[in-house]
């Protein structure tokens, strides 16, 4: 669980499950050396794997590469089954910022057995989210500078009008294969930009109306010692 400010207090963010697009923006897919896909390919990232601003970025000791991705969360605000997409954004409660953190190198090596990603995208604080929730209604998303920092160096700048799908068509499409419950996250995507952390990295992550957020990057063997 993660307590977020929200409007005039907080919400504790318990997700059953959070929902992560994969080559949701062109020039990522390029420099993943992959297709822009026909239809949303998305994965799932456990629960277990977020953490709120103040807490640290570990990377495991198995990975020799882990990268960062930025991205703009939708928080689900009610129970989602079969939603068209003239309707979806009805079943949004508010916005917030993802880093989907990713061992680069374990799904590189997934990838090539065929293999899912899952070793690759659910190691604890592997989800970090914050600064805030910002509800859907005081937000419109569909051009919005979204970006990355790493020890004051930009790595990521997009804009969320570059989603190959946008949040409706991801709603209908996700709902239409598992029910999305409330407080349930889907992460639309990251722009073109991601690269490797270590240790001792400050991230700074941002997207327009929602603020910015930091996390420090720690290896796991700094924090067994």
């Known amino acids: 669980m993660v307590r977020l400010p929200y409007m005039d207090g907080f919400y504790e963010l318990r997700p059953s499950k959070i929902v992560a ?28 794997a977020l953490i709120g601003p103040g807490e640290p970025i570990i990377l495991p000791r198995i990975s020799r590469r882990v990268d960062h991705e930025v991205e703009l969360a939708v928080i689900i605000g009610k129970r989602a089954r079969r939603v068209p997409a003239e309707k979806a954004m009805d079943y949004v409660m ?30 604890d604080t592997f989800a970090p989210v914050g600064p805030r929730i910002v509800d859907r209604r005081e937000l419109k998303i569909d051009d919005l500078e979204i970006g990355l920092k790493v020890n004051g160096q930009v790595r990521q700048l997009g804009r969320t009008s570059e989603m190959v799908f946008k949040v409706p068509e991801l709603i209908e499409y996700i709902s239409s294969i598992m029910t999305l419950e409330p407080g349930d996250i889907i992460a639309t ?11 001792g990295d400050k991230i700074e992550a ?18 067994l010692c």
């Open 94 to 123: 508010g916005y917030t910022i993802l880093l989907d953190i990713t061992a680069r190198d374990l799904q590189a090596e997934a990838r090539k057995k065929g293999l899912p990603w899952t070793v690759a995208k659910g190691f």
């Open 21 to 48: 697009l994969a080559k949701n923006y062109a020039e990522h897919a390029k420099e993943m050396e992959s297709d822009v896909p026909e239809r949303p390919v998305f994965f799932l990232k456990p629960p277990s």
């Open 206 to 223: 941002w997207v327009e109306g929602i603020g910015k957020v930091e996390f420090d990057v720690l290896a796991e063997n700094s924090i």
């Open 189 to 199: 995507g990251t722009p073109a930009g991601v690269g490797p952390l270590r240790h």
